[in-house]
T-cell receptor, first 111, second 111 residues
Framework: GQNIDQPTEMTATEGAIVQINCTYQ??????LFWYQQHAGEAPTFLSY????GLEEKGRFSSFLSRSKGYSYLLLKELQMKDSASYLC????????????FGTGTKLQVIP | DTAVSQTPKYLVTQMGNDKSIKCEQN?????MYWYKQDSKKFLKIMFS???????INETVPNRFSPKSPDKAHLNLHINSLELGDSAVYFC??????????FGPGTRLTVT
């Protein structure tokens, strides 16, 4: 099975940097996704890590350490529109590679 | 050119009724999913189909029956609706092993 932990809520200031952590335990790891979900909307894909290290995509970066079962999403130059929930999701090994979502971190960006 | 579409967007019905939600994707993906997102915003996989074949069937009451007439469509039929079925239901699709694209969601309210 899989167990994924994220902080429930975070608050950060516009223009600042925020790091959202995700720790996971899984019997077989085959990749980690980050999704963004604005209130009342569908989740949208942000990033994917399968090897250790940092993946950068504009203002967003995602880091993975497989040995520690740990990932973080880094958001730079925060904007008000970044207020949303951020979902960490882990893909398992095995035939159909099921993806399990964490409970999400609700980020509030304040002026 | 909507990528993943669901109908209806809102569904209000009484306990004991039977209802269906439809999902279509025009991305050429081979895998489709149904998720339930409850009031605590936890996104839980219910079913997944790969090339019309059921590959993931989580612990879901058998009142829920998915049907995939072809690779581009995945419908969800729910019998004898209960209060606890109230949630947002998301359809998603992906190419196997890649990120998922979510539909706009169907907000089901059972009264």
């Amino acid at each position: 099975g899989q167990n994924i932990d994220q902080p429930t809520e975070m608050t950060a200031t516009e223009g600042a940097i925020v790091q959202i952590n995700c720790t996971y335990q899984t019997s077989g790891f085959n990749g980690l996704f980050w999704y963004q979900q604005h209130a009342g909307e569908a989740p949208t894909f942000l990033s994917y890590n399968v090897l250790d290290g940092l993946e950068e995509k504009g203002r967003f970066s995602s880091f993975l350490s497989r040995s520690k079962g740990y990932s973080y999403l880094l958001l730079k130059e925060l904007q008000m529109k970044d207020s949303a929930s951020y979902l960490c999701a882990v893909r398992a090994t095995g035939g159909y590679q099921k993806v399990t979502f964490g409970t999400g971190t609700k980020l509030q960006v304040i002026p | 050119d909507t990528a993943v579409s669901q109908t209806p967007k809102y569904l209000v019905t009484q306990m004991g009724n039977d209802k269906s939600i439809k999902c279509e994707q025009n991305l050429g993906h081979d895998t489709m999913y149904w998720y339930k997102q409850d009031s605590k915003k936890f996104l839980k996989i219910m079913f997944s189909y790969n090339n019309k074949e059921l590959i993931i069937n989580e612990t879901v009451p058998n009142r829920f029956s998915p049907k995939s007439p072809d690779k581009a469509h995945l419908n969800l039929h729910i019998n004898s609706l209960e209060l606890g079925d109230s949630a947002v239901y998301f359809c998603a699709s992906s190419l196997t092993k890649y990120e998922q694209y979510f539909g706009p969601g169907t907000r089901l309210t059972v009264t």
